[in-house]
């Protein structure tokens, strides 16, 4: 809870500090039209990426395979213009990390290995010990 709140008040903070240093570089209105530019080219490049995701993901159907790249990847072209949309330098860098294929995909493949190595670790460590009891009222029964 405590790092929720942290990432809650930190982001704004630091999104702000970086609009400030940027906007004493190149100008207050400079800053506030690059902060627009880099929405709209963002969600325009998230449209066609989640166009050529949703394509991808039909094909995969087609060949009798489960498209689940393509589900993952949907839901991060999604979280990337969500993070497009918010004003700001340091969402806007995320949401490009996230839109660019190639970024995407070690993104991806980076989060799978590590929820698999965690999952080994938990699998490794679940050990079920039980003893067999026999019930006698049961042998009883079946003799009657």
């Not at 929820?115 to 490794?124: A, F, M, P, R």
């Amino acid at each position: 809870m405590n790092s929720l709140l942290l990432i809650i008040i930190g982001i704004p903070v630091l999104e702000i500090f970086v609009m400030i240093k940027i906007g004493q570089q190149i100008g207050a209105l400079n800053t506030v039209l690059l902060i627009f530019f880099t929405a709209i080219i963002g969600v325009y490049y998230a449209r066609i990426e989640g166009l050529n995701t949703i394509r991808s993901g039909i094909k995969n159907l087609y060949e009798n395979k489960t498209p689940i790249y393509e589900m993952i990847s949907g839901a991060s072209i999604a979280i990337a213009a969500i993070l497009l949309i918010l004003p700001g330098f340091i969402t806007d860098t995320l949401g490009f990390l996230l839109i660019f294929p190639t970024t995407r995909k070690i993104l991806i493949n980076t989060f799978i290995k590590k929820k698999n190595v965690n999952q080994n670790n938990d699998e490794k460590n679940n050990v079920i010990e039980a003893e067999i009891v026999e019930e006698k009222d049961k042998d009883k029964k079946d003799e009657l």
